[in-house]
């Protein structure tokens, strides 16, 4: 079925893979429910919200296109949808109306993805946007990380400021900052989830962490939230989500798209620089997305951890099945996560080190001329500044083409950028961001 054989694996190194992926990005299960939280959603509701659009992305990805990559809700789009699209609304946008939202970018992405325009979008809009929405991303989940631990504080004259590094929170967080990076540089499988088990440890020790249960049967307080397309959608038209449910999209495009490409290429399985299955591989994220909203979390994406479990011989979905199946069995853990939810300190270091990771495409920017540079510089800019993803967008996207026009190089701009530049336009002196 998986064509072991030809791919040139076998069963004990695709499972050994499965397992190496699973526990690169096993900390999704924890930071993401914390972060939606902060919404009002409830942490048990995230939870399985979180395996359920984690097991529906990597299981088609593994039993429909073949591919050792996993899927689960994205880092920094869960930020976004709580920090601006709830948060931001001052209680006029709850939580299930952004569901709602992200319900509707689903379907309109699975459509997306079953018509040839996704590959027509990704091409028209140009490499520096592109690497500077991901490094925007990493600045923006790292402050956040920064935020939550008390590391960085509000300020009244200065916004921000240094926390007090001798309060248990921020102290915590730098002893798991440190035991996960000396976990990387050593190149051990795993690092960041590791990192969380011993910051855990550690909060037991010093009180900060209190755990009564481990283990129950999994379950949904509130069950679906979003199941109505067409309540989901007069819910879009009226609070005017249409620049949420364009980030959304945007944002996936280019995740799942460029680990997919990144992935099969470390792999080896490129065949003559095109992806095989690629319309069956490109689904699982919005079908993900669409699934996971009905129950409760942000837009899913394909994860570049799955690049650990290729490094160790992945080749095949038999892969992307067994992550599947961990997160399954990761599902009867909800008790635990609960607990480890309660001190921030614990995943606050995922987050600063994944943007530190994210940051990192900055160096494949061409920074040598302004007319490209600027916009990418926006973008990264005003991301974390704003705390909105879709303003980072925005920006870069309406300075992009303008500076391209004053230079006279309008002509290499491709019309969906200038379409998307009006656009977002209208969104910024019209729509709420």
């Not at 490129?270 to 996971?292: F, M």
């Not at 705390?387 to 920006?395: D, H, N, P, R």
Request: with cysteine.
């Amino acid at each position: 079925m998986f064509q072991l054989k030809e791919n040139g694996t076998t069963v004990k190194r695709e499972l050994f893979a499965g397992l190496t992926t699973f526990l690169t990005m096993a900390y999704v299960i924890i930071v993401n429910p914390i972060i939606l939280s902060g919404a009002g959603v409830p942490v048990d509701q995230v939870f399985m919200a979180t395996i359920i659009a984690a097991v529906i992305g990597t299981g088609w990805m593994a039993l429909c296109a073949n591919y050792p990559i996993a899927v689960a809700p994205g880092m920094g789009l869960n930020a976004y949808f709580t920090y601006t699209v709830v948060l931001a609304s001052n209680g006029e946008i709850t939580y299930t109306t952004a569901f709602s939202a992200v319900f509707v970018a689903g379907i309109l992405f699975i459509i997306i993805s079953l018509t040839p325009f996704r590959e027509k979008l990704i091409t028209a809009i140009p490499e520096n946007l592109k690497l500077a929405i991901t490094a925007g991303i990493g600045l923006f989940i790292a402050f956040i990380g920064l935020r939550m631990s008390g590391i960085v504080v509000a300020d009244e004259s200065n916004l921000v400021k240094f926390g007090d590094i001798a309060e248990p929170a921020p102290l915590l967080t730098f002893i798991g900052l440190f035991i996960t990076v000396a976990l990387m540089a050593r190149k051990v499988n795993g690092a960041i989830f590791i990192g969380m088990i011993f910051t855990a440890v550690i909060a037991m020790f010093t009180g900060q962490l209190s755990i009564e249960k481990v283990v129950a049967l999994p379950h949904l307080p509130e069950g679906m939230i979003v199941f109505n397309p067409v309540t989901a959608i007069s819910e879009v038209i009226e609070y005017g989500l249409y620049g949420v449910i364009f980030s959304f999209i945007l944002v996936t495009l280019f995740d799942t798209t460029g680990t997919l490409i990144g992935v099969s290429k470390q792999a080896g399985l490129l065949k003559d620089g095109k992806l095989p299955r690629a319309r069956k591989a490109l689904i699982s994220d919005s079908l993900a997305t669409t699934v996971g909203s009905m129950f409760g979390t942000s837009p899913s994406t394909a994860y570049l951890e799955s690049g650990s479990g290729v490094a160790v011989g992945g080749r095949t979905g038999l892969t992307a099945l067994t992550v599947a199946i961990l997160f399954i069995i990761a599902s009867f853990f909800g008790p635990l996560v609960s607990s480890l939810s309660d001190v921030k300190a614990i995943t606050s270091p995922a987050l600063i080190i994944v943007g530190s990771l994210m940051i990192g495409v900055v160096k494949n920017i061409n920074w040598d001329e302004i007319e490209v540079a600027f916009p990418a510089f926006l973008v990264i800019l005003s991301m974390p500044l704003t705390s909105s993803i879709s303003t980072g967008i925005a920006l870069g996207f309406i300075s992009y083409p303008l500076i391209m026009l004053v230079k006279g190089r309008g002509r290499e701009v491709h019309p969906l950028v200038y379409i998307f530049a009006v656009l977002f336009i209208l969104q910024l002196v019209y729509l709420p961001h």
